[in-house]
């Protein structure tokens, strides 16, 4: 059986700034809450996650979603992962999901830095 870890790194936007992000992510979507001015409100955040594990059921692909943090005490990020075995399948279906949708976002993968 595949395990899918849902490690986390820290990446670093500035100095005071940045955002935890699973290694394996595939993509993610930010909540801010339920406030009536809220520019990623957390029912439309679960609706697009939602919908892209359907699409990752749809062609069998396991996954495990995962919350992390960012620097900005107004705003969580769900983040959708996959075993390594299956990155390239389920980030095709990320990035083409993601012009669907309004908060949905395909996850690039850059130099991380360890979170101790």
Request: glycine share 6%.
């Amino acid at each position: 059986m595949k395990t899918i870890s849902i490690k986390k790194v820290w990446i670093s936007t500035s100095g005071w700034r940045g955002h935890e992000e699973p290694v394996n992510a595939v993509g993610g979507a930010n909540d801010t809450g339920t406030w009536s001015d809220s520019p990623c409100p957390s029912g439309k955040r679960e609706k697009e996650i939602k919908g892209f594990c359907r699409l990752l059921n749809i062609n069998e692909i396991k996954y495990k979603t995962t919350w992390c943090k960012s620097s900005n005490v107004f705003c969580m990020a769900q983040y959708v992962c996959v075993h390594p075995d299956d990155r390239e399948k389920a980030e095709e279906l990320a990035d083409a999901y993601a012009e669907e949708t309004d908060l949905f976002y395909p996850v690039i993968h850059k130099k991380k830095v360890e979170v101790a």
